[in-house]
């Protein structure tokens, strides 16, 4: 097993505010960069907080920026840096730091309420649903979601823009609307809720202005932009004009 | 009076996994106001990692299923040690379960004409798992999640708060279930009266009182060294349950999982889903064999494939042929690999190889196991629709834990503790079948959270009153760790508690794993009580805002507490049965079908003052468990019973 040593350059501090550490750290063959944070954790930082749970990509807790890259640290392989480059690591920036590689993600729990829940069709009981495959193969795409909130993370509408926070859901959870306005069931319209309205003017759909930085970060390989965000821009457009519709779907096939 | 902040509730449910999520919906709707405590992030819980799907009779991929037919399923897998009353229960409400979820938003995969499309599994006859690729489980908590969500919106539109009713308390961590004293209650262990615990992110104390808990916390696989458990599963629910006097049933019962991953070193026991080998994977030894044929136990005979062809032909015909051997329960195939890897004929890392790259074609394998196809592409640089995986048995599951009614779920022996999901004991007997463990936990997650909101509401206005004595004690328990260095230098350095806690997985793995033989029990044992004494030690630097040392140091109490229950459990019982396997005993033992292990703490004062290596902190009890009912018996033939149930059982 070929062991180095590697540079570590990892935020330490809280909401009064850190710097980055420097350490140096055994590396081995087939290792992540968790496995290394743990390493850290074991022999000299006892006390480097760090969420994680799964490890394995499933869970979406241990979101950082490594190399200002958002990304799971438990999917990143150590063999895509070579010995010489130094690591650094670093809490999401979108969010408020608790303490060292841990940031307060509330805002993402406080959106995900404020998107209306799925409304079971009246005439239906359980064990009657029937759906096709390529009818909840869409939805199904998007509760891949493993919500690491990467997605959010990036989304330069928030990342540097605390301002548009209140007004603006983000990728994931505008992608929750698109999800639920594609479910072949879903009574919201029946029980008088307009999906693809409240996501132009209450999620502030009208904000994403297609980068597609959002898909590019996204660890389960999810097309939020092109799948979910520009179909629900389309769904909107008879409600509201938005000229980045007519943009989008230019690139798109122009993509495809 | 200890100043710490105090909150009401009527139900407590101490985890937010599948059986807590459940619990707590079914507590919220039957007017129980309602708070969740959960280590981790809302949504993260380690059910997110469940693969393969949820087992439940619907018949809509083979109409022959009914709940008679996975109920003998169940009982078969646990080699009958199930308590057979959950199993009946389980196997009777599974469907509606699912169903529920549907209504809730979920998204399963389809069968041709619509309805949710089901796989087959090891141990169950038919294709019975409800499933969505090989990411089941987080379609399950996602589901809950916006469930509990829908609730809190109901709540907003009514009261103006979405936490009215139900709430989640995020990243905390119980450390004591509270009790009032006995005297008062006229209960011999006293009732419970609510929770000691500690924020995460601040490291403040709480006391959330209420008069039911309900246990919902998942294993205890972190005190072994390669497991397919999250840093979660450090036994707390369990140990809740012994400290306040609850018994725990079962212990020595530990799924060690066939298939984890061997490759690379960082990876080694992260799961490889049993869906590889239902869809059609197969298991081949170094010499290229299908070794499982020669695996096959008495007891299967008849169920299984004695060729290839026939294995093979199973697929597509099911009811014409019977199904390959790389799909006997898990606690065969497991045994079965560990004998191939000792035999000589293992993979170069030290696994056996799992093939779907020669049975299935390429886009197939994606769109049936994506996350498994991502997981080797990712971690390991394999191609699984190209090459073969390596595997091996990691540790995956506890079929042992806290003692309970079936019907209520309720905890033996403390008034208003409940307990649902892994945390519980006697379901799955000896050995769990796949799928069997994510129904288990809407089933009884749900008669957890429907008897605790009962339970309280009943009491009414005249509740157990907390004990300050009690959060005194759990304050200065829970703090213990930041003044070790302070403690007499005659006693010993303070201890880290990662070394700590390395030292107890590899005891663990090495001592008590997969096979056990007497000699490394009752060293694990001597270890164990060497960790204990130094555990008290197990000192921390920093402060109590988010420091995983700390919280690392009080969660080793639960693992040394559990791992005794398994060991003592696993040295006292001299058969071999399902996820208990004595190479100095290496038969079933008729005699052995209906005893039950109990522990229970030996001081019940609830002291860690037990450091004797020999007594410990654990004693262990034999029970004789309730003859299985007549009518339940007589869903199997005679032939098979005899197999399993001792002569005087057969003779009533």
Same mark, same amino acid.
């Given at each position: 097993?070929?062991?180095?040593?590697?540079?570590?350059?990892?935020?330490?501090?809280?909401?009064?505010?850190?710097?980055?550490?420097?350490?140096?750290?055994?590396?081995?063959?087939?290792?992540?960069?968790?496995?290394?944070?743990?390493?850290?954790?074991?022999?000299?930082?006892?006390?480097?907080?760090?969420?994680?749970?799964?490890?394995?990509?499933?869970?979406?807790?241990?979101?950082?920026?490594?190399?200002?890259?958002?990304?799971? #640290?438990?999917?990143?392989?150590?063999?895509?840096?070579?010995? @010489?480059?130094?690591?650094?690591?670093?809490?999401?920036?979108?969010? $408020?730091?608790?303490?060292?590689?841990?940031?307060?993600?509330?805002?993402?729990?406080?959106?995900?309420?404020?998107? $209306?829940?799925?409304?079971?069709?009246?005439?239906?009981?359980?064990?009657?649903?029937?759906?096709? +495959?390529?009818?909840?193969?869409?939805?199904?795409?998007?509760?891949?979601?493993?919500?690491?909130?990467?997605?959010?993370?990036?989304?330069?509408?928030?990342?540097?823009?605390?301002?548009?926070?209140?007004?603006?859901?983000?990728?994931?959870?505008?992608?929750?609307?698109?999800?639920?306005?594609?479910?072949?069931?879903?009574?919201?319209?029946?029980?008088?809720?307009?999906?693809?309205?409240?996501?132009?003017?209450?999620?502030?759909?009208?904000?994403?202005?297609?980068?597609?930085?959002?898909?590019?970060?996204?660890?389960?390989?999810?097309?939020?932009?092109?799948?979910?965000?520009?179909?629900?821009?389309?769904?909107?457009?008879?409600?509201?004009?938005?000229?980045?519709?007519?943009?989008?779907?230019?690139?798109?096939?122009?993509?495809? | 009076?200890?100043?710490? /902040?105090?909150? +009401?509730?009527?139900?407590?449910?101490?985890?937010?996994?599948?059986?807590?999520?459940?619990?707590?919906?079914?507590?919220?709707?039957?007017?129980?106001?309602?708070?969740?405590?959960?280590?981790?992030?809302?949504?993260?819980?380690?059910?997110? #990692?469940?693969?393969?799907?949820?087992?439940?009779?619907?018949?809509?991929?083979?109409?022959?299923?009914?709940? +008679?037919?996975?109920?003998?399923?169940?009982?078969?897998?646990?080699?009958?040690?199930?308590?057979?009353?959950?199993?009946?229960?389980?196997?009777?409400?599974?469907?509606?379960?699912?169903?529920?979820?549907?209504?809730?938003?979920?998204?399963?995969?389809?069968?041709?004409?619509?309805?949710?499309?089901?796989?087959?599994?090891?141990?169950?006859?038919?294709?019975?798992?409800?499933?969505?690729?090989?990411?089941?489980?987080?379609?399950?908590?996602?589901?809950?999640?916006?469930?509990?969500?829908?609730?809190? +919106?109901?709540?907003?539109?009514?009261?103006?708060?979405?936490?009215?009713?139900?709430?989640?308390?995020?990243?905390?961590?119980?450390?004591?279930?509270?009790? /009032?004293?006995?005297?008062?209650?006229?209960?011999?262990?006293?009732?419970?009266?609510?929770?000691?615990?500690?924020?995460?992110?601040?490291?403040?104390?709480?006391?959330?009182?209420?008069?039911?808990?309900?246990?919902?916390?998942?294993?205890?696989?972190?005190?072994?060294?390669?497991?397919?458990?999250?840093?979660?599963?450090?036994?707390?629910?369990?140990?809740?349950?012994?400290?306040?006097?609850?018994?725990?049933?079962?212990?020595?019962?530990?799924?060690?999982?066939?298939?984890? #991953?061997?490759?690379?070193?960082?990876?080694?026991?992260?799961?490889?889903?049993?869906?590889?080998?239902?869809?059609?994977?197969?298991?081949?030894?170094?010499?290229?064999?299908?070794?499982?044929?020669?695996?096959?136990?008495?007891?299967?005979?008849?169920?299984?494939?004695?060729?290839?062809?026939?294995?093979?032909?199973?697929?597509?015909?099911?009811?014409?042929?019977?199904?390959?051997?790389?799909?006997?329960?898990?606690?065969?195939?497991?045994?079965?690999?560990?004998?191939?890897?000792?035999?000589?004929?293992?993979?170069?890392?030290?696994?056996?190889?799992? /093939?779907?790259?020669?049975? #299935?074609?390429? @886009?197939?394998?994606?769109?049936?196991? $994506?996350?498994?196809?991502?997981?080797?592409?990712?971690?390991?640089?394999?191609?699984?629709?190209?090459?073969?995986?390596?595997?091996?048995?990691?540790?995956?599951?506890?079929?042992?834990?806290?003692?309970?009614?079936?019907?209520?779920?309720?905890?033996?022996?403390?008034?208003?503790?409940?307990?649902?999901?892994?945390?519980?004991?006697?379901?799955?007997?000896?050995?769990?079948?796949?799928?069997?463990?994510?129904?288990?936990?809407?089933?009884?997650?749900?008669?957890?959270?429907?008897?605790?909101?009962?339970?309280?509401?009943?009491?009414?206005?005249?509740?157990?009153?907390?004990?300050?004595?009690?959060?005194?004690?759990?304050?200065?328990?829970?703090?213990?760790?930041?003044?070790?260095?302070?403690?007499?230098?005659?006693?010993?350095?303070?201890?880290?508690?990662?070394? %700590?806690?390395?030292?107890?997985?590899?005891?663990?793995? /090495?001592?008590?794993?997969?096979?056990?033989?007497?000699?490394?029990?009752?060293?694990?044992?001597?270890?164990?009580?060497?960790?204990?004494?130094?555990?008290?030690?197990?000192?921390?630097?920093?402060?109590?805002?988010?420091?995983?040392?700390?919280?690392?140091?009080?969660?080793?109490?639960?693992?040394? %507490?559990?791992?005794?229950?398994?060991?003592?459990?696993?040295?006292?019982?001299?058969?071999?049965?399902?996820?208990?396997?004595?190479?100095?005993?290496?038969?079933?033992?008729?005699?052995?079908?209906?005893?039950?292990?109990?522990?229970?703490?030996?001081?019940?004062?609830?002291?860690?003052?037990?450091?004797?290596?020999?007594?410990?902190?654990?004693?262990?009890?034999?029970?004789?468990?309730?003859?299985?009912?007549?009518?339940?018996?007589?869903?199997?033939?005679?032939?098979?019973?005899?197999?399993?149930?001792?002569?005087?059982?057969?003779?009533?």
């Amino acid at each position: 097993m070929s062991g180095y040593t590697a540079h570590f350059k990892v935020w330490r501090g809280d909401v009064k505010g850190g710097d980055l550490e420097d350490f140096k750290v055994e590396v081995n063959d087939g290792e992540v960069v968790l496995d290394i944070i743990h390493r850290l954790q074991a022999t000299q930082a006892p006390d480097l907080a760090v969420r994680w749970n799964c490890k394995a990509g499933k869970c979406g807790s241990c979101s950082a920026e490594i190399n200002g890259r958002p990304r799971l #640290m438990c999917m990143t392989r150590m063999s895509v840096f070579t010995p @010489e480059e130094t690591i650094t690591v670093t809490p999401l920036r979108a969010f $408020p730091v608790i303490r060292d590689l841990v940031t307060n993600v509330g805002f993402n729990y406080q959106k995900a309420r404020e998107v $209306p829940a799925f409304v079971p069709p009246a005439d239906l009981g359980p064990g009657e649903y029937r759906m096709m +495959q390529e009818d909840v193969d869409r939805s199904q795409e998007f509760r891949k979601c493993i919500e690491c909130f990467l997605c959010q993370d990036t989304c330069h509408v928030v990342r540097d823009h605390e301002e548009n926070k209140p007004a603006f859901a983000g990728p994931r959870f505008l992608m929750r609307v698109a999800e639920l306005d594609m479910h072949p069931l879903d009574a919201a319209e029946e029980s008088g809720l307009d999906r693809k309205k409240t996501a132009q003017d209450e999620h502030g759909l009208g904000y994403c202005n297609i980068t597609k930085c959002c898909t590019e970060v996204c660890p389960e390989g999810i097309k939020i932009t092109d799948n979910a965000l520009i179909p629900l821009k389309e769904r909107a457009v008879d409600r509201k004009y938005d000229p980045l519709v007519w943009l989008g779907s230019k690139i798109r096939r122009r993509s495809s | 009076m200890s100043v710490v /902040d105090r909150q +009401q509730w009527d139900v407590v449910v101490v985890g937010a996994g599948g059986a807590g999520l459940r619990a707590a919906i079914e507590a919220r709707e039957r007017g129980a106001r309602t708070a969740v405590i959960c280590k981790s992030l809302f949504g993260k819980a380690h059910t997110v #990692m469940a693969e393969g799907g949820i087992a439940a009779s619907m018949g809509n991929a083979n109409s022959h299923d009914n709940w +008679q037919v996975h109920f003998r399923d169940t009982m078969r897998g646990g080699k009958f040690l199930n308590q057979w009353r959950m199993a009946e229960l389980h196997a009777q409400e599974a469907p509606e379960r699912v169903w529920e979820l549907e209504t809730w938003g979920a998204l399963f995969d389809r069968t041709k004409d619509g309805r949710i499309s089901q796989r087959n599994f090891g141990g169950h006859e038919y294709p019975r798992l409800a499933h969505v690729g090989d990411r089941t489980g987080l379609e399950l908590i996602r589901t809950l999640q916006q469930k509990i969500v829908a609730l809190q +919106q109901e709540d907003k539109k009514e009261t103006g708060d979405y936490e009215s009713r139900l709430k989640v308390y995020q990243e905390c961590t119980v450390t004591r279930v509270l009790k /009032d004293t006995a005297s008062d209650s006229g209960s011999a262990a006293g009732r419970v009266s609510g929770v000691f615990a500690y924020d995460r992110e601040t490291g403040r104390f709480f006391v959330l009182e209420a008069p039911a808990v309900v246990i919902a916390t998942g294993g205890i696989g972190k005190s072994f060294k390669v497991t397919s458990n999250s840093w979660e599963y450090t036994g707390d629910g369990h140990a809740l349950a012994l400290l306040a006097g609850a018994p725990l049933l079962n212990m020595e019962f530990v799924q060690f999982h066939p298939t984890g #991953m061997v490759w690379p070193p960082s990876v080694k026991g992260i799961l490889v889903t049993e869906s590889v080998r239902g869809d059609g994977g197969v298991l081949r030894n170094s010499e290229g064999k299908r070794f499982m044929f020669d695996y096959v136990p008495d007891v299967f005979k008849e169920k299984y494939a004695e060729s290839e062809e026939e294995g093979d032909r199973w697929y597509e015909d099911p009811d014409n042929n019977r199904r390959p051997p790389e799909l006997l329960p898990r606690d065969e195939v497991a045994r079965a690999i560990n004998s191939e890897v000792k035999a000589g004929r293992g993979s170069p890392h030290g696994g056996v190889f799992l /093939d779907v790259s020669t049975r #299935m074609p390429a @886009e197939v394998i994606r769109r049936r196991l $994506p996350s498994m196809y991502h997981q080797f592409k990712e971690l390991a640089d394999v191609d699984i629709t190209a090459e073969p995986m390596e595997v091996g048995p990691t540790c995956h599951y506890v079929m042992g834990g806290v003692a309970v009614e079936s019907d209520t779920a309720a905890a033996r022996g403390v008034p208003g503790l409940f307990a649902a999901g892994e945390v519980a004991g006697g379901m799955h007997g000896s050995n769990r079948l796949g799928g069997n463990s994510l129904s288990d936990l809407l089933v009884f997650g749900r008669r957890a959270g429907w008897h605790a909101a009962e339970y309280a509401t009943a009491l009414a206005a005249a509740r157990p009153p907390v004990d300050e004595v009690q959060v005194d004690a759990a304050a200065a328990e829970a703090l213990r760790p930041f003044s070790a260095e302070g403690t007499e230098p005659a006693v010993g350095p303070p201890e880290n508690p990662y070394t %700590l806690h390395q030292e107890l997985q590899q005891a663990m793995n /090495d001592l008590v794993g997969i096979i056990r033989r007497e000699g490394e029990m009752e060293q694990a044992l001597e270890k164990l009580a060497d960790l204990r004494v130094r555990a008290r030690r197990a000192g921390v630097e920093g402060h109590r805002q988010f420091n995983p040392g700390w919280h690392l140091a009080l969660d080793l109490r639960n693992m040394l %507490l559990v791992s005794e229950c398994v060991a003592r459990a696993a040295l006292e019982r001299t058969e071999s049965r399902g996820g208990h396997t004595r190479e100095d005993h290496p038969a079933m033992d008729r005699k052995w079908r209906n005893i039950n292990l109990l522990c229970q703490l030996a001081d019940p004062t609830g002291g860690l003052a037990a450091t004797d290596p020999v007594r410990g902190q654990i004693d262990l009890t034999r029970e004789t468990t309730d003859p299985i009912r007549a009518d339940l018996l007589a869903l199997f033939d005679k032939e098979e019973l005899v197999k399993y149930l001792a002569e005087e059982e057969l003779y009533e």
